[in-house]
């Protein structure tokens, strides 16, 4: 049974860091592209960060996130990461975590139940 | 930078079919993908590259990708189908995925 759980979420103060990881169970993880996506209370998805199957060389970020957040992977504990740095209140949201499909980088037919993530004084 | 515009809600009565767009300069060159999310619950995938179906996905879901619109069309509409739904794609010119605004679907 495929399965991934986002854990991590927790309320932040701005300016401080926060690691959400993801656990993936059911699949072979390392065969996957993974990524991020969020969606702030009452909006829409967006799209956070993108990292290549293997060895996750490659990663590609969302503007809003660029330079702050970096996404990683462990594949000998089945795991993505998201460190999220210098936190602002408008990256409060929920974290879901997906795969992608092979030989696709957008298409996530797997997704966790995600992660809430609050940013605030 | 690429956008993806989708209305934001559209309302059908049971058993009409209902079609919700994604409007994208060229999007016809690219592959959509469609998730439908209900209140509470992670986005679930139900079509991918244009107009292809997940496993588990009603055949009364179907879409397709032409010009500048990508199209999700549900026929025979129960209840079931409220939900918020989004389309998504790869901006190759700028190495960012995208999604729609997305648009919720209400059953009148």
């Known amino acids: 049974q495929v399965k991934l759980v986002e854990s991590g979420g927790d309320v932040v103060q701005p300016g401080r860091s926060l690691r959400l990881s993801c656990t993936a169970s059911g699949f072979t993880f390392s065969h996957y592209g993974m990524h991020w996506v969020r969606q702030a209370p009452g909006k829409g998805l967006e799209w956070v960060a993108l990292i290549s199957y293997d060895d996750g060389s490659q990663q590609w970020y969302a503007d809003s996130v660029k330079g702050r957040f970096t996404i990683s992977r462990d594949n000998s504990k089945n795991t993505l990461f998201l460190h999220m740095n210098s936190l602002r209140p408008e990256d409060t949201a929920m974290y879901y975590c997906?795969?992608?499909?092979?030989?696709?980088?957008?298409?996530?037919?797997?997704w966790g139940q995600g992660a809430l993530v609050t940013v605030s004084s | 930078s690429y956008v993806l515009t989708q209305p934001p809600s559209v309302s059908v009565a049971p058993g009409q079919t209902a079609r919700i767009t994604c409007g994208g300069k060229n999007i016809g060159t690219k592959s959509v993908h469609w998730y439908q999310q209900k209140p509470g619950q992670a986005p679930v995938m139900v079509v991918y590259d244009d107009s292809d179906r997940p496993s588990g996905i009603p055949e009364r879901l179907s879409g397709s990708n032409s010009g500048n619109t990508a199209t999700l069309s549900i026929s025979r509409v129960e209840a079931g189908d409220e939900a918020d739904y989004y389309c998504q794609v790869w901006d190759s010119s700028t190495d960012h995925q995208l999604f729609g605004g997305g648009t919720k679907l209400t059953v009148l």
């Open positions: 997906a795969t992608l499909q092979v030989g696709s980088l957008a298409a996530s037919d797997r």
